[in-house]
């Protein structure tokens, strides 16, 4: 029970530092569909932020705006202090600040899971070979799956190759890891090995954007949990609050599909 204790309350392990990630106004279409509304959202160093919400209610595309893999129409969004620029170089080397776990676990399929994690470190990172490997070693170790280095991803289970995923991220030395429902393509045995090398990576201090319908996870990671509905920010408290105590009607009505099933 230490990791959840321990990601549940950060400020004893690593005290939240300032905001590193700061959306402000953001607003996007597609066509008529106003899937983010004037979104304001603050995300401190250290912070885990899980965002959860019916579906449709903008919850993945807050995710990729963060960064820039959906464009915004209006609004401002910083990462460390800086506004996400809009292509080129400077793009590529902000991507390699903020790690992204997707649904699907878009692993090269024609490399093995050590190329999978050095990759990155070479291309962008520039890191040698030597040093990159040492690190991808200890990452894969960290998320369980070291024994599966010289393997290919097909040759993985779908839990496997999303902690490889995760591994792959966190090679990059990223200031914030953003998941995107990381275990909704899973099998319901495989999930649970993954939230557990979330909730490590929580407890270590790792700033965290995760979008999940995973409430037990919510319920002990999470600083914060933000409730998103029709494209707006609904209601945003600590976890305890949120689920013992939703203020807003839709929170509650949400949670009684949810939690009572």
């Known amino acids: ?13 690593t005290p939240l530092g300032d905001d590193l990630v700061v959306l402000t106004d953001v607003n996007k279409h597609f066509g008529a569909l106003h899937v983010l509304q004037d ?10 932020v899980v965002v959860i919400g019916p579906s449709g209610s903008g919850k993945s595309t807050l995710c990729r705006a963060i960064n820039r893999l959906e464009t915004i129409d209006s ?6 202090g800086k506004h996400l620029p809009a292509e080129g170089k400077e793009l590529a080397r902000l991507r390699a600040d903020v790690g992204m776990v997707f649904q699907s676990f878009n692993l090269f399929s024609h490399k093995t899971v ?12 520039r890191k040698g070979k030597e040093e990159a490997e040492k690190r991808a070693r200890v990452l894969l170790d960290r998320v369980g799956v070291a024994n599966q280095a010289d393997k290919y991803p097909a040759q993985l289970s779908g839990g496997q190759q999303q902690r490889v995923a995760i591994a792959r991220a966190l090679a990059m ?9 990381p275990t909704s393509a899973l ?18 201090g790792m700033t965290m954007v995760v979008v999940t319908h995973e409430m037990g996870f919510a319920r002990s990671a ?22 013992d105590n939703p203020r807003s009607d839709r929170a509650k009505s949400f949670l009684s599909k949810i939690l009572h099933h």
């Open 1 to 13: 029970m230490n990791d959840v204790s321990a990601a549940a309350v950060p400020q004893d392990a």
């Open 39 to 48: 979104i304001n959202l603050s995300i401190r160093s250290g912070e885990v």
């Open 114 to 125: 050590l190329q999978n994690v050095t990759l990155g470190q070479l291309k962008v990172r």
């Open 222 to 243: 999470a600083n914060r949990v933000v409730f998103m509905a029709d494209g707006r920010i609904v209601e945003e408290a600590e976890p305890h609050q949120f689920f």
């Open 187 to 204: 099998d319901p045995e495989m999930i649970n090995e993954v939230l557990e090398a979330m909730q490590q990576l929580a407890s270590e």
């Open 75 to 80: 609004g401002t969004i910083t990462i460390d």
């Open 173 to 181: 030395d990223p200031k914030v890891m953003l998941f995107d429902e």
